[in-house]
C-alpha cells in the first residue's frame, strides 16, 4: 500500500488519445491510456451521467497496478450458469471503463495510512436490469474481503429483505464454490463467506440490528437501492467506515419511478449534481445509465443507449421480448422504461438548468452598484436553517439585470449541510460565499445590519418577502420605514417570477453562446448554483408554476428570495422615455 503508484507511459494506440471521443465516451485520459495499454476496446456506451473521476483532488495519481491486482482477482472467478458455466468471469470493457478502473485506480498519498489509498470511498452504479452489476459487485466483495490487504476486513451486503440480501450473496457464494483458486482460501458457509488468512468475511445483513452488530466495515455492498424504504440500513452502513484505510461502499441499484421522497432520489440527485458541477466530491463517484424519456422505447439505438451489455446481456431476443410486452399497456410500458432502459417516468425535467444558470455568470462588482436602482428579495427559513437575500439592478437598456446575493446560517447547522453537500458548505464559508452567525439559531441581527447597509448602499425601491412568514426583522425594519412588501407565494405571483427568471437565463445563454453578454449576471455563488440545481416546481392546470417547497432538504432559499425579488421587478413602473430620444420627432 505504500509503494509509489506506476507513472504511465505515453506510448499507447493513437485511437485512445482522441480527445472529442473521449469526451464523447466521457473516459479520462488516465482510463484511455490504461484500456489501450492493457488491449481493452474503448466502449461504446457512455453513461448517461458519470461524476467527475477525482483527477484534480490534491495529490491525485492513477495507479494502473491496482488495477491489475482487481481484473487478476476476477479472472479468479468463474462464471456458475449458462453457457459460460466454468470460464473465468471477466469484466466488460465497459465495466472496466467506468466502474472498476476509476473507483480502484485513483489513489493519494495518506499520512495516516502510510502509504497510497483510494480516493474514492463511495461508488453509485445505476444501470437497468440484465447488464451483470449483481455479479460484478459480488466480485468486487469478495475482492475487498480478500484481496485488498485489509487484515480483519468485514464486508457485508445490505438490502430490505433477507431474501433480496440474498439475492447478491446466493451467486457470490456459488462463485466460490466453482472456482478453485478461491475453494482453497475461502470458507462458503450457510449465511458468511469467510478469508481464514486475513480473519475477513463476507455476510449479507437484511435489518439495521444486523448492520450494527460490531460494526467496523472495509466495504458495504447496497443492493437495489430503489427498493429502501427508509434511509437508516443505508446510512448506519456509510457511519461504520470510519476506522478503516480505504473503506468503499458500492451501491448498485436500478431506477424508481420518480419519488422525490425516496432513499434512492437522494442519491441519484447527488450524482447528477456532481455529474452537472453543481459542487465537489471527490470521493463520491457514480454512473447512471438510461435513455432520455423522449427517445423512442422501441427503437433498438435507445436499448443500446441505456443498455451498456446489449447484445452480451442483456441480449437482443431478451429486450425484444420485454419491449413486445411493453406495447400492451400503460403500466407495462412503465415498467419497461424504468427497468430496462433507467427512465424515470415520474421525474420531472428541471424548470431551471445548471447550463443556463452557470451560462450567464459575469463579473458583478458590488462597488460598482453602489447607487443603483435596486429590488430585492429576502427570503427568512427556519430560526436554523438557510436565509437568503437577493438584489437585481435594471439595466433598462437591453432589459438585463445584475443579481447580488447573500446567504446566512448558523454555524451549528454547517455539520448538516455538509452532510448534504459532501463537505461543500464548509468551504463556501471559507470562501465567503455563506456567512454564519453564532451558535444554533440564526442571528437576524446580522441580517438585519447588512440590509441597513444595503439599504444606505442602493438606491432601494422595494425589498419583497413572504408576506406568510413575517418576523422580528421585517417588523424592525417595517419600522424603519424600509420599503418592504409582502409578496404571494403562490401561483398568482410566483409562476410570473419563474417564467421571467427561465426567459433571462436561457436568452443569456443564447447571447453568450453567440459572443453576446448574459441577461441575468449573476457572480457564480457556489451556494446559489446549487439551490438553481435543487429547484423543483409544481404545476397547476393552467401551466402556472411555483416553487415546490414540500421537500425540505432540497435547499432552494436563494431562488426564492429571487423570484421574490423577481416579482418587484415585475411591478416596476414602465420607463418612459424622450420622444426626442426615440426619434419621433424631427428637430427643426
Not at 459532501?422 to 442571528?443: C, F, H, I, K, Q
Not at 444595503?454 to 422580528?472: E, M
Not at 404545476?539 to 425579488?565: F, M, Q, W
Request: net charge negative.
Amino acid at each position: 500500500m505504500s509503494r509509489t503508484p506506476t507513472t504511465p507511459s505515453t506510448d499507447f494506440p493513437a485511437e485512445y488519445l482522441d480527445a472529442d471521443r473521449l469526451a464523447e465516451l466521457k473516459i479520462s485520459p488516465e482510463v484511455a491510456w490504461y484500456l489501450g495499454s492493457r488491449g481493452i476496446p474503448l466502449p461504446d456506451c457512455p453513461p448517461l451521467h458519470k461524476t467527475p473521476e477525482p483527477r484534480d483532488a490534491p495529490g491525485a495519481a492513477f495507479d494502473p497496478d491496482r488495477v491489475d491486482r482487481v481484473l487478476k482477482a476476477f479472472d479468479q472467478l468463474r462464471h456458475t450458469q449458462g453457457a459460460l458455466a466454468g470460464q473465468p468471469l471477466r469484466p466488460d470493457p465497459w465495466q472496466i471503463a467506468y466502474i472498476l478502473a476509476p473507483i480502484f485506480g485513483w489513489v493519494h498519498w495518506d499520512d495516516d495510512a502510510g502509504g497510497y489509498v483510494r480516493i474514492i470511498r463511495e461508488a453509485y452504479v445505476d444501470v437497468p436490469r440484465k447488464n451483470g452489476k449483481t455479479t460484478l459487485a459480488g466480485g468486487i466483495a469478495l475482492y475487498m474481503m480478500g484481496g485488498d490487504g485489509e487484515p480483519g476486513a468485514q464486508v457485508i451486503t445490505a438490502a430490505v429483505t433477507k431474501e433480496q440480501a440474498g439475492l447478491l450473496f446466493k451467486p457470490v457464494k456459488a462463485i466460490v464454490e466453482k472456482s478453485p483458486a478461491l475453494k482453497r482460501v475461502m470458507q462458503p458457509l450457510a449465511g458468511v463467506i469467510l478469508h481464514p488468512k486475513s480473519d475477513s468475511y463476507f455476510k449479507p445483513v437484511s435489518s439495521l440490528a444486523g448492520a450494527q452488530h460490531g460494526l467496523n466495515l472495509h466495504a458495504g455492498i447496497v443492493d437495489e437501492l430503489h427498493e429502501h424504504k427508509s434511509p437508516e440500513l443505508v446510512e448506519t452502513i456509510e457511519s461504520g467506515t470510519g476506522s478503516r484505510r480505504q473503506p468503499l461502499i458500492f451501491i448498485i441499484t436500478t431506477a424508481d419511478a420518480g419519488s422525490r421522497t425516496s432513499v434512492y432520489h437522494r442519491k441519484r440527485e447527488r450524482i447528477e449534481q456532481l455529474a452537472r458541477g453543481a459542487y465537489t466530491a471527490p470521493a463520491v463517484y457514480g454512473v447512471v445509465f438510461a435513455a432520455l424519456r423522449e427517445d423512442d422505447p422501441f427503437a433498438e439505438s435507445t436499448w443500446r443507449k441505456a443498455n451498456p451489455g446489449y447484445g452480451v446481456s442483456p441480449t437482443r431476443a431478451y429486450l425484444r421480448m420485454a419491449a413486445d410486452k411493453a406495447k400492451q399497456s400503460p403500466a407495462e410500458l412503465a415498467v419497461f422504461l424504468r427497468l430496462h432502459l433507467g427512465v424515470r417516468t415520474k421525474q420531472q425535467t428541471k424548470f431551471l438548468t445548471l447550463e443556463s444558470w452557470t451560462a450567464n455568470g459575469a463579473l458583478v462588482d458590488e462597488v460598482k452598484l453602489r447607487g443603483r436602482e435596486a429590488y430585492g428579495g429576502l427570503d427568512l427559513g427556519a430560526v436554523s436553517d438557510l436565509n437568503a437575500l437577493v438584489w437585481l439592478f435594471p439595466t433598462d437598456a437591453d432589459g438585463s439585470l445584475d443579481l447580488l446575493v447573500r446567504f446566512w446560517t448558523p454555524e451549528d447547522n454547517i455539520t448538516d449541510l455538509d452532510r448534504r453537500t459532501a463537505g461543500n458548505a464548509s468551504v463556501w464559508v471559507r470562501e465567503g460565499w455563506l456567512t454564519t452567525t453564532p451558535g444554533n439559531v440564526t442571528d437576524y441581527d446580522v441580517i438585519g445590519k447588512q440590509i441597513r447597509k444595503d439599504l444606505d448602499s442602493f438606491d432601494v425601491k422595494s425589498l419583497g418577502y413572504d408576506r406568510w412568514s413575517s418576523t422580528p426583522l421585517t417588523n424592525d425594519l417595517e419600522n424603519d420605514r424600509a420599503p418592504l412588501v409582502g409578496v404571494g407565494q403562490g401561483y398568482k405571483s410566483m409562476s410570473p417570477a419563474l417564467k421571467a427568471v427561465q426567459r433571462l437565463l436561457l436568452q443569456g445563454q443564447r447571447q453568450v453562446a453567440d459572443g453576446g453578454r448574459p441577461m441575468l449576471r449573476h457572480d457564480g455563488n457556489p451556494v446559489m448554483a446549487w439551490m438553481v440545481d435543487n429547484l423543483a416546481v409544481s404545476t397547476d392546470t393552467a401551466g402556472n408554476v411555483k416553487p415546490d417547497k414540500s421537500h425540505g432538504g432540497d435547499k432552494i432559499d436563494g431562488v426564492s428570495a429571487l423570484c421574490d425579488a423577481m416579482t418587484e421587478i415585475l411591478a416596476r413602473p414602465p420607463v418612459r422615455r424622450s420622444a426626442y430620444e426615440d426619434g419621433d420627432f424631427e428637430a427643426i
